[in-house]
């Protein structure tokens, strides 16, 4: 995670790299509750980069609208599924996923922190990573936009 970079400095330099790219990027978001989508639509020229965000907070909406398979969501496999529904249904080249357990207690067996980032692309795939993060829900909730802004940061170049 690149905690010296600000939100807003991380989330400028997705918007330079996407529009260079000629890229439309596209979230899935639970644990972050639209917070990615705040900060990408914020950055320069967001219009003609960002095709937007599904906020799949609750498990049936990650069912039906993402097609994310029935059981638990605070897995790898459930991120993927919620990267690759995002890019289905916007058309989007790249992707950015997040579900996880924010806290302040465990949740599905998963310790509090436990966070499944994904990313990628239909052409190249989605990659996930697995973050155990520190603090309290609010510092869980910031921690995973960084992650999330680094890791498109990161997935960009090799698109």
Not at 87 to 113: F, M, N, S, Y
Request: proline letters at 4%; one cysteine or more.
């Amino acid at each position: 995670m690149d905690a010296d970079r600000s939100v807003e400095d991380l989330a400028e330099e997705c918007a330079r790299s996407a529009l260079g790219r000629g890229l439309w990027v596209v979230a899935a978001e639970s644990l972050t509750s639209g917070q990615i989508a705040a900060a990408l639509g914020k950055a320069p020229d967001a219009a003609d980069w960002f095709a937007g965000s599904i906020v799949a907070y609750s498990n049936e909406t990650k069912y039906r609208v993402l097609g994310v398979d029935r059981g638990p969501v605070i897995t790898a496999a459930t991120a993927r599924q919620m990267a690759i529904g995002a890019l289905d249904l916007t058309g989007a080249d790249i992707a950015i996923a997040v579900t996880g357990a924010g806290g302040p207690g465990p949740e599905e067996g998963q310790p509090a922190g436990t966070v499944y980032l994904a990313c990628g692309t239909r052409k190249a795939g989605v990659d996930v990573t697995e973050l155990h993060l520190d603090g309290e829900p609010g510092d869980v909730v910031r921690q995973t936009v960084t992650s999330a802004l680094t890791g498109l940061l990161r997935e960009m170049p090799a698109t």
